[in-house]
Structures are given as C-alpha cells and as structure tokens.
C-alpha cells in the first residue's frame, strides 16, 4: 500500500509540440490506476472491525480495492456495468475478489444497475460499501494525497489542470486544491457527448443519447462526489475522436494509456489553440486494460 502515489510526470512532447503540456501517470500505480490512492485513503478511514468490502466500480476502483482486500485480509465483491473490458474483469478476479457483472444501461436505481446490486450486498452481507459516487472522501483522498504531490512536483506552475470526469473525485479534489494554492489556476472538465457534467457547470443542455464505450468518464446523472463550483468549464468529445488519440498516444508519445487518458488528450487538442501557459493533466489507467477493446 506504501508503494501507490509518487507516479511521474512526462511532457507530451510529440502531439503538442511548442506547447507545455504534461501528464501525470497514474497507471504507475501498483493497482493500476488513480483509484489506488482513493481506495487507501478510504480503508484507513474505514469503521473498525470491517471484513468485508464491496463497491460499485466501472473497473478500476474494483482492482485497486481487491488488490487491498488482499493485502489487507478482507473478503471483497465488486459489481460492474457489462461494458467492462475482459483485462479489468480478469484482474479483479486474480487478486481474488468476486465479480458480479451488471446492466451498464439502465438507471442507477434499476435492480440491475451495479449501484443497486453493491447496496444489495451491502445490506445483506453486512459488507462495507466504500460508496465512491456520494462519499466526501472520495474527494478528500485527492485534495490531500494526489494533489499535492502533483504541486511539489511542477513547483506550482500549473496554468489549467484540464482532468475526465467519472465520479468527479478526481476533478473536484484536485481542483479545489489548486485554487486554494493559486485561484487563477482554470480547471477544466472533459466527458464523452452527451454525458451530463457539462450541463451542471454551465447550465447548457444539449438534445442527444448518451452511451459511450470509454470506460471511467462520463455520467448519466452528476455523482455526488462532483463540485460543480471548483471547475470552470467541460468540454466533450466524441468517443471516436478519443480512441484516435488513445492510440497516438500510444504511436507518438509511447505511453500506452487507457481510453479516457485519449479522451482528455483529444480535449486538450481542442482547447489548446485557445490557452496560454502550462497544461496539466492526469492519466488514470494504462491501456493494457483495453488490449483487445480498442487496440
Ligand atoms: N478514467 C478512468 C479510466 C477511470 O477509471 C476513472 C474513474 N472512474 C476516471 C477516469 C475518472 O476519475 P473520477 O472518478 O475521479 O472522476
């Protein structure tokens, strides 16, 4: 558990070239991704006596928390939407946990939404459900842990932390950190179409079907663990346009990179023309987990 955080940071040099764009690699994390960080902070601040944990993940919440039910001793179930990529599933499974793979497109409330069947273990197993979408320490684990970190690093010269938004634990932790440092810092949001963060910073409703096959970004409805008033704008990108960035990420740059670190990067493609100064940004997950989905 010692060895999560402390990821580096790399200058996207290639894609952008003349401007100061850096990503900060999160899928150097021993679980995989950034949750590592959200699931350690939330197991400390765990109620005594938990032996069981379940939670409701698009994946890599699930892996970082079977990786720490392992280390820790706990029994550990996590529910999915059936969207879920065949890598993510298989390592979950090989720390040890249980899957219970769930209906991706319905309601949250629907029986069988992977929200209602983490509470309905929850409820009937006694199992403690970390609740990553309404817990305030979601949040919390980034404001004092990722952000930080990300500031000593670049010595507080950021300009625009530009960050995907999921559950908006990420986003709201770490932009509210960055503007208590420094309030001329703009955070920006970046989703897939249609998904419903863009609506609740700027109040702009546009007509369309929502669905996306990048994992980790996007909402039907804003998680509770989203500060609408720490982010400045969102901007959204074609789920097409994203995958053709994940992939030159991968040709251009050599860092192979889940599907919303391609997402990010095709939104900052789209706004740099309009920014001055030093971009920011974070890469969740590798694109070792979307091997044989995107690649
Ligand atoms: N990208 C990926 C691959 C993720 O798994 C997540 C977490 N759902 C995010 C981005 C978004 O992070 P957050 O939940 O903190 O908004």
């Known amino acids: 558990m010692e060895a999560i955080g402390n990821t580096p940071i790399v200058q996207l040099q290639r894609l952008f070239r003349g401007h100061d764009v850096v990503a900060k690699l999160e899928f150097m994390n021993p679980g995989g991704s950034i949750k590592d960080r959200m699931v350690r902070y939330m197991l400390r ?81 006694g199992a403690f459900q970390l609740d990553q979408y309404r817990s305030e320490l979601n949040r919390q684990a980034h404001y004092t842990d990722t952000a930080p970190e990300m500031w000593f690093q670049l010595d507080g010269r950021i300009d625009y932390f530009v960050c995907g938004v999921g559950s908006g634990g990420t986003i709201s932790g770490i932009g509210r950190y960055l503007k208590d440092r420094d309030p001329r810092i703009t955070v920006i949001g970046i989703e897939p179409l249609h998904s419903a ?62 599907g919303s670190s391609g997402c990010v990067t095709a939104g900052i493609a789209q706004l740099l023309p309009k920014l001055s100064g030093r971009v920011v940004t974070i890469f969740p997950d590798s694109g070792v987990n979307y091997l044989s989905k995107y690649f």
């Open 45 to 125: 601040h765990r109620p005594d006596g938990v032996e069981h944990v379940v939670e409701s993940s698009s994946g890599n919440t699930g892996a970082s928390l079977a990786m720490a039910a392992a280390v820790h001793g706990l029994r550990c179930d996590v529910t999915l939407p059936d969207r879920t990529s065949v890598e993510k599933i298989k390592r979950i499974e090989a720390y040890g946990a249980e899957v219970h793979m769930c209906v991706a497109d319905v309601p949250e409330a629907h029986e069988r939404s992977y929200y209602s069947m983490a509470e309905r273990i929850a409820a009937e197993h």
């Open 197 to 258: 963060y863009r609506e609740a910073v700027t109040g702009q409703k546009e007509d369309g079907d929502y669905g996306t096959v990048i994992e980790g970004v996007g909402k039907r409805k804003p998680s509770g663990a989203f500060d609408a008033s720490v982010v400045d704008d969102v901007i959204q990108v074609q789920d097409e346009l994203a995958l053709q960035y994940c992939k030159r990420l991968a040709r251009e740059e050599g860092i192979l990179a889940g």
